[in-house]
C-alpha cells in the first residue's frame, strides 16, 4: 500500500501539471480573444477535474485503509501521521512528491490569478468600448418625443407646452 500511496501523489502532482499547462493556454487565448481555444481549454479541464475527484478518492480510501490496517482509525490523516510508518527511504520520495504537488497547486493559484485579472481587464475594455459604439445621452429622458408618438396623440409636431397668448 505504501507503494500506491506515493502512486497516487505522483498522478496528482500530474494532473495539476496539466491544469498548469492549460492555465497557460487560457492565458493566451484570453489574449488573443480565441473564444474556440478557451472552450477547448475549458473542456480539457473538465476532465482533468474528474480525473481529480477520482484520484482525491482513491487516495482518500488507499489511507484510510492503510492506517486501520496499521491500527490507527481517524479521519483526516495527516502527512505527519502517515510518514512516520514509511522507511526512510520511501518517507523522501513521498515528501518529494508531495512537495511538488503543493508547489504545482501554488503555481496554479497565482496562475488563476493572473488569469482572473486578465479577465477582468478585458471586461472592462469590452465595456468601454460599447460605452464608446453606444453613448448614452446626457438628458436621455427629457428628448422630444418622435413624430409617430405625436401623431398618435393627433398634435403633430406641437410641444405640450405650445399655446396661444
Known amino acids: 500500500m505504501k507503494h500506491e500511496i506515493i502512486t497516487i501523489f505522483q498522478a ?3 494532473v495539476h501539471e496539466k491544469f498548469n499547462e492549460n492555465a497557460l493556454e487560457k492565458q ?7 473564444m474556440p481555444a478557451l472552450e477547448n481549454v475549458m473542456k480539457e ?7 481529480l475527484r477520482k484520484l482525491e478518492n482513491t487516495r482518500e480510501h488507499v489511507v484510510n485503509a492503510w492506517m486501520i490496517d496499521k491500527g490507527f482509525v481517524k479521519e483526516d490523516v495527516t502527512m505527519d501521521k502517515l510518514l512516520q510508518f514509511f522507511p526512510e527511504e520511501e518517507r523522501q520520495e513521498l515528501l518529494l512528491w508531495q512537495q511538488r ?4 497547486i ?5 496562475q488563476n490569478e ?3 485579472k486578465l479577465l477582468e481587464e478585458s471586461l472592462r475594455f469590452v465595456n468601454i468600448s460599447l460605452d464608446a459604439m453606444y453613448p448614452r445621452g446626457e438628458y436621455e429622458n427629457y428628448q422630444r418625443p ?3 408618438k405625436v401623431q398618435d396623440v393627433g398634435m403633430e409636431g406641437k410641444s405640450l407646452f405650445d399655446s396661444k397668448a
Open 12 to 14: 496528482l502532482t500530474g
Open 28 to 34: 493566451d487565448a484570453v489574449k488573443k480573444g480565441d
Open 45 to 51: 479541464e473538465t476532465v482533468l477535474i474528474q480525473q
Open 101 to 104: 504537488l503543493v508547489s504545482e
Open 106 to 110: 501554488e503555481k496554479l493559484k497565482h
Open 114 to 116: 493572473l488569469n482572473r
Open 146 to 148: 418622435t413624430s409617430h
